[in-house]
């Protein structure tokens, strides 16, 4: 599924630019790049196992929908509500992620993807 094959390329990427010690603006990218995968692995669970996706312009509807999926929709909702949480500062701060909530939120995408590959495969 392309929506998943992009969540995996958005989160390996993330993981080299918060492992990337040569620039203090890496873990803002990483920080950008792990909401877009948690977006895309929720896009991705949500097709997979309930044959639609949110539409609307607020991606907390993901959190409502995606939370549905058994049997782990309520960790992924968790996860993503986290990722959506940091989502204005990571795209649009002025502020900078610092490395420490970058590699948090690499993680919490990690485990939407797995979560996703999971319904995938089941």
């Not at 929720?42 to 097709?47: E, G, K, L, Q």
């Not at 312009?57 to 990722?83: C, F, W």
């Not at 940091?86 to 939407?112: C, F, P």
Request: proline content about 2%; glycine content about 4%.
């Amino acid at each position: 599924m392309a929506r998943l094959a992009q969540a995996k390329k958005f989160a390996e990427v993330a993981a080299l630019c918060v492992s990337d010690l040569s620039d203090d603006t890496m873990p803002q990218v990483a920080a950008a790049l792990a909401v877009l995968a948690g977006i895309a692995a929720s896009d991705a669970a949500c097709c997979i196992t309930l044959k639609q996706r949110p539409r609307g312009q607020d991606h907390r509807e993901a959190v409502t929908m995606v939370s549905t999926i058994h049997p782990h929709g309520a960790r992924m909702a968790k996860d993503l509500g986290r990722l959506l949480n940091e989502k204005d500062n990571a795209h649009y701060g002025l502020l900078l992620v610092s490395r420490t909530t970058a590699t948090k939120m690499v993680q919490w995408a990690d485990r939407m993807i797995g979560s996703a590959d999971a319904a995938l495969n089941a």
